[in-house]
Each structure stands twice: as structure tokens, then as C-alpha cells.
């Protein structure tokens, strides 16, 4: 009986040393690499939104859904430097970017804080809240995305951020209309467009 606790004993003692020595297994081999390693690039075009995270019912800026894909399309993960623009979006044109519209942000997922704060388990895609506080959600855009890989190479993706439907277009200035003249644009402004009628006097009948 105390020789089988013995050998059981030492049994699990092997075990544990076992799993501890192929720890040095879990790195990736070059094979592994080129196989599962990240070829392409996309950013989510259904989760990429103008977005409110802070609760208060205004826009906050952009949340970017970004997909590293392996040669097969699967999901996996990346280590680099990712930047992202935004522009005007120009419709009819081959180059749907127009004047760029803020200074470009830029994320890092170089370190496993940052994997572990970008990664999202659901989406399995790396998220990113590009703060902007002037962003129009009535109005559309391009956002474009470049990654630079630190093994080397790059990926580059652009989103057409169309306009959420259920935000009320913000109205144009009032045109104030002068009798006599044809209306400009200079006639344009915040003002109230009605007119103010003095009381007459004492005497007028």
C-alpha cells in the first residue's frame, strides 16, 4: 500500500515537471508563422461606428472594429503599430477621400496590456475609441486604417462611415428675405426669421 502512494506520488511529480518543461513549446515556430500568423487586414464595417461611450448622448468619436485575418480568414492576432484618418467623404469619385478632417490617431499593440485592453473575446477583433468630439453623425465619412506589422510588412484597409439614419440632419441657417432684393448667401443667419411688428401709436386710429 505505501509503495502504490509512492509510485502515485512520484507519478504526478513527473507530470508536473512534464508540463512545465513544454512550456518553451508554446512559442511560435516560423512554420507556425506563415501558417496562423496575420495576412490580411479588415476594419468591421457593420461594428465601425460613430459612437456615444460615455453615456451622455453625444457623440464621442469613432469606434473602430479592426480584423487581422490568418491565410485562411480566420481571426487571429498581431503585434505592430495601427493609424488611422479620417476624411470627407467625396461621392462619385475613384478616390472617395476628400480634406482630411482631423489629425490622425495611432494605437500600438506592442506589450500585453495593450493586447489585453484592445482584444475583444466576442468579436475576436481588436477595438479602438478614436476620440473626435466634432464628429457629425449625420453626415459620412472615410476612415482609413494602415498596420504596420513589427515582424514587417503592412495592411491597409478604408470604411465609408455612412450616416446613422435615426440622427436628425442638423438644419441649415434661416434665409432672411429683404423686400426688393434677391436673397443671398449673406442673408444666412442664426437670427429668427419672423418679423416684429411695433405697436402703433396713440395716434394712429
Excluded at 6 to 25: K, N, R
Aim: a negative charge; aromatic letters at 8%.
Amino acid at each position: 500500500m505505501i509503495r502504490s502512494i509512492a509510485c502515485l506520488i512520484l507519478g504526478l511529480s513527473v507530470v508536473g515537471c512534464s508540463s512545465g518543461d513544454d512550456s518553451s513549446d508554446s512559442v511560435r515556430t516560423p512554420v507556425d508563422q506563415t501558417l496562423f500568423g496575420p495576412s490580411a487586414m479588415r476594419v468591421q464595417p457593420v461594428f465601425s461606428q460613430v459612437r456615444d461611450w460615455t453615456g451622455d448622448g453625444v457623440p464621442d468619436g469613432i469606434e473602430a472594429v479592426v480584423e487581422m485575418q490568418d491565410q485562411f480568414g480566420d481571426p487571429t492576432k498581431a503585434s505592430g503599430r495601427i493609424i488611422f484618418e479620417l476624411y470627407d467623404y467625396r461621392p462619385y469619385n475613384p478616390d472617395p477621400r476628400g480634406q482630411r478632417v482631423v489629425a490622425p490617431w495611432e494605437g500600438r499593440l506592442d506589450s500585453i496590456e495593450d493586447q489585453r485592453a484592445r482584444w475583444n473575446r466576442v468579436n475576436r477583433a481588436y477595438i479602438f475609441q478614436l476620440a473626435f468630439d466634432k464628429i457629425r453623425p449625420d453626415q459620412p465619412y472615410v476612415l482609413t486604417a494602415m498596420f504596420e506589422l513589427y515582424g514587417g510588412g503592412r495592411f491597409f484597409d478604408r470604411l465609408i462611415l455612412v450616416p446613422d439614419k435615426t440622427v436628425p440632419a442638423i438644419p441649415a441657417p434661416p434665409t432672411i428675405t429683404v423686400p426688393g432684393r434677391t436673397p443671398t448667401t449673406q442673408d444666412q443667419t442664426t437670427a429668427p426669421t419672423t418679423a416684429h411688428t411695433p405697436p402703433p401709436r396713440a395716434d394712429q386710429p
